[in-house]
């Protein structure tokens, strides 16, 4: 095992990485008034001032599935595309899903075809299918994988003339807005991770950019969400770990994200706030007790797949967390890790039936979380020793200077508690593909801007090198 540097040397070290520009917009905060990076215009724009909270309707309950045929017939859906993928496909929650379509007597047809961790080609096969059937619902039945794809057919479903890229977070896409009302979407979620039934936001992998991007906006949130804890028991040890983490995470960057009136001007035009606006008094509430809820749930949860306490808990930590980031936005660790799960061509993950290389999302977003956290301590050194205290860490006599380092050791442990693999080296990446890895991430502009820290090349290049080993 090597040995790690101690909290205070880890603090200093931070102190001389980041940003070169040293007036107090950028001393390790983002301040507007920076004469160096001020806005060009004569007239000084106004900061944002306000924050939105759009989340989906959601139902739990144990055996709420079975509902859904109902909410089809009460929207008056006659052609009801129903998403799932090859795994799911098998099992008893779409079974489920489709008795009850078939007892409200509502016409339907079953996409079987999505790809576990999405691409662009996969994306638009699943665009044409919906293209041709002309739904007038969607139902998605799976992880973030499904319920993403399912959100992206809705908008080309009803956008049927636009390009993939139309709506793909910029500088990868166009960023174009969407402006008008898509059709109905329940989600019926059979992992506890990505919150995707909360959210407006669809991933995938843009192969030829070799990079993770994807499309955020409001409008894009499911109708509905089902929480029915019945359909999360068939997840395999490794999915539940990934997909814990990745709830983790979620909440974790949402609480230490740059508060949405620090996060730039406010918009010309409401429909151009993004969906992602910084920490808000309200995410906090829901990311915090997310936080809370899986540093109990989710070592139970890994420890005994017959634990349904834990298994329940953690399908409303998912929700919770979804209804933080959702709004909030996440930074760091989900921005390396569109680079370490983009870039891979080698690594499969344990517990995972796919016919592709494949990092779990949850697992590429953990992995550099410590270094994150070391990296991002310096804002918000309460937040961070809140967070390190709800996994377990002694922070009684806790320096302010040394909340980043203190987190850090603490989500070390609780990862190698969990057997999560150590550091992007488990994935074969070396120090020389640090340099691929931050082209990769760069582009990230949606989450890299949400850092409480100023954060380019310099710094991930550092978050990295310094996440090739966690334990």
């Known amino acids: 095992m090597s040995l790690r ?44 001032y306000a924050f939105e909270m759009a989340t989906s309707t959601i139902r739990v309950g144990k055996g709420a599935t079975r509902e859904i045929g109902l909410d089809l017939a009460n929207l008056k859906a006659k052609r009801v595309m129903v ?3 090859p795994n ?6 779409l079974q489920t899903v489709i008795e009850s379509i078939e007892r409200s007597k509502v016409g339907y047809m079953v996409y079987k075809d999505v790809r576990v961790e999405p691409s662009d080609k996969s994306f638009q096969h699943a665009i044409d299918a919906a293209r041709g059937y002309k739904p007038d619902a969607f139902v998605a039945v799976g992880g973030g994988s499904t319920i993403d794809t399912a959100k992206a057919a809705n908008l080309y479903t009803v956008f049927g003339d636009a390009h993939l890229l139309d709506f793909v977070n910029a500088p990868l896409g166009k960023g174009k807005p969407i402006d008008r009302s898509l059709l109905p979407l329940i989600a019926v979620p059979t992992t506890a991770g990505t919150g995707s039934e909360c959210t407006g936001a669809a991933i995938f992998d843009l192969k030829d950019k070799k990079a993770k991007t994807g499309i955020a906006d409001r409008a894009l949130k499911p109708l509905l969400g ?9 997840m395999p040890k490794q999915v539940r770990l990934a997909s814990g983490l990745d709830v983790l995470c979620h909440a974790m960057e949402s609480y ?13 035009n409401p429909l151009l706030r ?20 899986v540093a109990k749930a989710l070592p139970r949860s890994i420890a005994d797949p017959d634990d349904t306490e834990a298994q329940e808990a953690m399908t409303l930590a998912a929700a919770y967390a979804g209804i933080g980031f959702g709004n909030g936005g996440v930074h760091l660790m989900h921005g390396c890790s569109y680079g370490i799960s983009g870039l891979n061509r080698s690594y499969y993950h344990p517990d995972y039936v796919t016919d592709h290389p494949l990092c779990p999302h949850g697992i590429s977003v953990a992995v550099t979380s410590p270094a994150v956290v070391e990296f991002t301590g310096a804002m918000y050194p309460e937040r961070h020793l809140e967070i390190a205290r709800v996994l377990g860490a002694d922070t009684a006599n806790a320096k302010m200077e040394d909340a980043g380092a203190i987190l850090g050791d603490a989500l070390r442990r609780f990862l190698k508690d969990l057997g999560v693999p150590d550091g992007i080296s488990a994935f074969g990446y070396t120090s020389s593909d640090i340099g691929a890895l931050v082209e990769s991430i760069l582009p990230q502009h949606r989450v890299l801007k949400l850092s409480p ?12 090198e310094r996440s090739l080993k966690n334990y």
């Open 5 to 48: 540097p101690s909290a205070k040397a880890v603090s200093n070290l931070m102190r001389m990485v980041g940003s070169s520009c040293s007036c107090p917009a950028h001393a390790n905060t983002v301040r507007p008034g920076c004469a160096t990076h001020r806005h060009a215009s004569a007239t000084t724009p106004r900061p944002e």
């Open 83 to 85: 998403f799932t993928d």
């Open 88 to 93: 799911i496909a098998k099992l008893h929650p």
């Open 226 to 234: 089902i929480i029915d804890p019945l359909n999360t028991r068939t």
């Open 256 to 268: 230490t994200a740059v508060p949405y009136y620090m996060r730039g001007e406010a918009p010309a």
């Open 274 to 293: 993004p969906a992602y606006q910084g920490s808000n008094p309200i995410s906090d509430i829901w990311s915090f007790k997310a936080l809370q809820m």
């Open 453 to 464: 820290r100023l954060t380019g090349a310099e710094q991930i290049a550092w978050i990295l």
